[in-house]
T-cell receptor, first 111, second 110 residues
């Protein structure tokens, strides 16, 4: 299973876009990129996932580079409630089954 | 609404005792997972199941067991609790897309 590298912490001003990077240089051709977040001791929450193309939903956008070795999660207008640990994970083809979790990025949204 | 629940939410036990943590989901998902989360380690996979009667070991399975007798439940058993198993335990389920997580069980082994 491919591993990911994320910065341990980031800050963002409320109302601004938060751009969270992730490196996954060993990703396999059939592995998806998943993003989750965990708000203070709650269970992790799914945000978005993608294979090759950029994706957008009501929570965020996911930009995957053409070589698929890195990606960026974008929270377009960060709020204080977006303060959380964000995890970037690569995992099984088309079926989010076994995932290997790293330490994630602790995002602090400041007023 | 479909959901995934864990019980108990908090548990204190003694070294050597057998402990079972419950996980129940009403999503009708085939895939279920148990993780533990400790400071400095993120989430680590303990056991997982891809369907009834199917169980698999994760990266930190020693001292834990699971059984899957129906789609809805995947109980996690600590055969003989050790202080090193003090942790927060999360259960998750997946139907082929994202994983849905329970609220977690905080286990303390004294």
């Amino acid at each position: 299973d491919a591993k990911t590298t994320q910065p341990p912490s980031m800050d963002c001003a409320e109302g601004r876009a938060a751009n969270l990077p992730c490196n996954h240089s060993t990703i396999s051709g059939n592995e998806y990129v998943y993003w989750y977040r965990q708000i203070h001791s709650q269970g992790p929450q799914y945000i978005i996932h993608g294979l090759k193309n950029n994706e957008t939903n009501e929570m965020a956008s996911l930009i995957i580079t053409e070589d698929r070795k890195s990606s960026t999660l974008i929270l377009p207008h960060a709020t204080l409630r977006d303060t959380a640990v964000y995890y970037c994970i690569v995992g099984g083809a088309g079926n989010n089954r076994k995932l290997i979790w790293g330490l994630g990025t602790s995002l602090a949204v400041n007023p | 609404d479909a959901e995934i629940t864990q019980s108990p939410r908090h548990k204190i036990t003694e070294t050597g005792r057998q402990v079972t943590l419950a996980c129940h989901q009403t999503w009708n998902h085939n895939n279920m997972f148990w993780y533990r989360q400790d400071l400095g380690h993120g989430l680590r996979l303990i056991h997982y199941s891809y369907g009834v009667q199917d169980t698999n070991k994760g990266e930190v399975s020693d001292g834990y067991s699971v059984s899957r007798s129906n789609t809805e439940d995947l109980p996690l058993t600590l055969e003989s609790a050790a202080s090193s198993q003090t942790s927060v335990y999360f259960c998750a389920s997946s139907g082929g897309g994202e994983q849905f997580f329970g609220p977690g069980t905080r286990l303390t082994v004294l």
